[in-house]
């Protein structure tokens, strides 16, 4: 069993930049692959950003390629979405989650596990 919780979610103003932190309990944290995702009012869950297990390999959705940046330190058990350039479509609620089962990164369908979210919302 994997617990996520994230933060660092918040208000920010158009080309902004915010850190969200995803915690994970477990002795298997580096053996998962992980990913970040969002959901906007309305809008279907869609897939932000993935990290392998090793964080030598990342993966993002165009919208959001060149502004975000994944990154893991399994020694801290911990993931990280840098976001940078916000625009106001970034607002949603962020939820990281854990593939353990080799999964697609890109569907959520492809995560076993799942943090409870943080709001993440950007004025224009």
């Known amino acids: 069993q994997v617990q996520l919780v994230e933060s660092g979610g918040g208000l920010v103003q158009a080309g902004g930049s915010l850190r969200l932190s995803c915690a994970a309990s477990?002795?298997?944290?580096?053996?998962?692959?992980m990913g970040w995702f969002r959901q906007a009012p309305g809008k279907e869950r869609e897939f932000v950003a993935a990290?392998?297990?090793?964080?030598?390999?990342?993966y993002y959705a165009d919208s959001v390629k060149g502004r975000f940046t994944i990154s893991r330190d399994n020694a801290k058990n911990t993931v990280y979405l840098q976001m940078s350039s916000l625009k106001p479509e970034d607002t949603a609620v962020y939820y990281c989650?854990?593939?353990?089962?080799?999964?697609?990164?890109?569907?959520?369908?492809?995560?076993?596990?799942w943090g409870q979210g943080t709001q993440v919302t950007v004025s224009s």
């Open positions: 477990g002795r298997t944290f580096s053996s998962y692959a």
């Open positions: 990290i392998n297990w090793s964080g030598g390999r990342t």
């Open positions: 989650a854990a593939n353990s089962k080799g999964g697609s990164y890109y569907r959520p369908v492809g995560y076993d596990y």
